[in-house]
């Protein structure tokens, strides 16, 4: 089976990709968020150029334009968001499967039917779990759908988004809705099928200062339940990294010192108040972490983001970063440690 990492299209989440090993490659299939833009900046231009310089030669990246306007805002360009970016990643030779919705309008399904003739890499169609029923329980509907796409249903993969679980009664309630939308959903022979949903809280307001906070990972835990009980096609593991699956509101002043640290079934949760200049209380929370039981026993052979951190707890790197660093550092140990539990024990 295969990780797919739902990740916001921010540096930090493509510094993750650009320095994940041979081995987290080769069992990934990254979907990546373009965000809207901060400062009047153009998401797209920006969301390119960090792909053109980051996604690994040889990697297929699938991307949702779905957090965007349908339309350019651009006066100068007035194609939607996936022309543009379908047809600058195929210029900067970036492998590219677009995602669509059976929400989507008859003009965005055009840009996505495009995209998938220039990078002939197939689609995705992602779906809610609670809006599957819905929306593509008629298979008229569905049928409607896939003809208007250069490609059949083996030729696209399906993702069906579970959205945010944060507690056992939620997470059995939406095991339910899963498993159906799977029964209704399996008739078509998809490409691949993935389960996904997200367990990290919106933000880290509330956590305690200077120690490390569990956090269970109930994502894993609902694709598990699924999983065990479903005897169809193998199921693809989803989640949204070290992230809130809903794009959080653009924060004032810097974070606090934070990592987002993935360990087995938990995230451990470091957040230090800053007593240090500048963003020197990292140096205290590598320190920390490292002289931890939740260091790994592989150390910082376990993932880029590993090596960073042990660097900044024996005080090798000049500065201990900033919210970018460490959103990446804690990206590329999660996505190492779920490759690896996938590869090992079944199970994310």
Not at 63 to 77: F, Q, R
Not at 279 to 284: E, K, L
Not at 285 to 299: A, C, E, Q
Not at 303 to 313: N, T
Request: contains cysteine; negative net charge; hydrophobic residues 40%.
């Amino acid at each position: 089976m295969s990780y797919v990492p739902i990740l916001k299209g921010k540096m930090g989440e493509f510094l993750a990709l650009k320095h994940a090993s041979v081995e987290v490659q080769s069992q990934i299939r990254p979907v990546m968020e373009i965000v809207p833009g901060v400062d009047g900046r153009d998401p797209l231009a920006t969301f390119c150029k960090q792909a053109a310089d980051c996604v690994p030669k040889g990697m297929v990246l699938t991307v949702d334009c779905g957090t965007l306007p349908a339309m350019s805002v651009l006066h100068t360009d007035s194609r939607g968001s996936m022309a543009r970016v379908g047809e600058a990643l195929s210029q900067q030779q970036v492998a590219m499967c677009p995602v669509f919705r059976v929400t989507d309008t008859d003009e965005v399904l055009t840009e996505v039917a495009t995209a998938m003739a220039w990078h002939e890499q197939g689609g995705c169609l992602r779906v809610s779990s609670s809006d599957a029923l819905r929306d593509i329980s008629d298979s008229e509907r569905l049928q409607q759908l896939l003809a208007a796409l250069p490609a059949g249903p083996e030729e696209i993969d399906l993702v069906i988004d579970a959205g945010s679980v944060q507690s056992e009664g939620r997470r059995r309630a939406l095991a339910t809705d899963v498993t159906e939308a799977l029964r209704q959903l399996a008739r078509w022979p998809w490409r691949r099928i993935c389960v996904a949903a997200g367990a990290f809280p919106v933000n880290l307001t509330g956590f305690p200062r200077g120690q490390a906070t569990a956090v269970k990972r109930e994502d894993a835990l609902l694709w598990e339940q699924v999983a065990d009980g479903w005897s169809g096609s193998a199921l693809d593991f989803g989640d949204f990294g070290v992230t809130h699956p809903r794009a959080p509101q653009q924060s004032r002043g810097a974070p606090h010192p934070n990592l987002r640290y993935t360990v087995e079934s938990d995230w451990q949760v470091f957040v230090y108040a800053k007593v240090r200049p500048g963003n020197d209380d990292f140096f205290v929370l590598s320190s920390d972490l490292v002289d931890s039981p939740y260091w790994p026993s592989t150390g910082a052979d376990t993932s880029w983001g590993d090596a960073r951190v042990l660097e900044c707890a024996q005080r090798k790197r000049p500065k201990a970063g900033g919210g970018t660093e460490w959103r990446a550092w804690a990206t590329s140990h999660h996505m190492a440690v779920v490759t690896s539990r996938l590869a090992t024990l079944g199970c994310p």
